[in-house]
Every structure is written in C-alpha cells, then in structure tokens.
C-alpha cells in the first residue's frame, strides 16, 4: 500500500518560546511531499504557558488540530495526538498514513 496522507504529531508543555520555530520547521519538512495531505497536531500538555496561543497563530494556512491536556504525561499525549490524527486523515486507511513525530523544542538545523 502507498503512503496517502502525512501527519505530525508534536507533543508540547510550556514551550511558548520554542514552538513557533518547531512548528515552521514542521511545515517546510510538510512542504517537501506537497503529493500527500499534510496534518500537524499539536498536543499541549498541560502548559502553564501560552504554549497553546503561539502554536494556534503558527498554524492559521495549515490543516492542524490543537488538543489540550489537562494532566501532563507526554505518552498520552502523544498516544492522543496519533488517535486523533489517525482519525482526521480517513478515508485513508491507517497504515496508508506517514505518522512523523517532534519535539515541540526541536527545530531542523
């Protein structure tokens, strides 16, 4: 089966500094397969911060989902972020969907 639709998954708490960045790097690696639908998830996992804020102004000219955490633990998070994921790029099937998975802190150099 070929790969039908792209998504990342990006779990993020307290990085209101750093996400902006993530979330660009994110986007031109997005960029570099325009043939596939792209998806970027971002699950804010209990920030105190404007982790959430940042990343939605980041994210006005692309499909993405925000999901917000209430209790941190980053393997939920991201367990929900790939559910949800998973859920939005259908009809595709699952294994026909490229789950790529970041850092909120990590950008590409």
Do not use: K, Y
């Not at 949800?84 to 099937?93: F, N, Y």
Request: hydrophobic residues 50%.
């Amino acid at each position: 089966m070929s790969i039908q639709a792209f998504a990342v998954v990006i779990p993020a708490r307290d990085e209101e500094s750093r996400i902006a960045a993530c979330l660009e790097s994110a986007m031109a690696a997005a960029a570099a397969v325009p043939s596939l639908p792209t998806l970027i998830v971002v699950v804010d996992d209990a920030s105190s911060d404007r982790t959430s804020e940042v990343a939605l102004a980041s994210l006005q000219n692309v499909d993405h989902v925000l999901i917000r955490h209430a209790l941190p633990n980053v393997g939920r998070a991201r367990s929900g972020g790939v559910a949800l994921a998973l859920q939005r790029t259908r009809p595709v099937q699952p294994e026909a969907t490229w789950l790529a998975f970041t850092d909120a802190a990590t950008t590409d150099p």
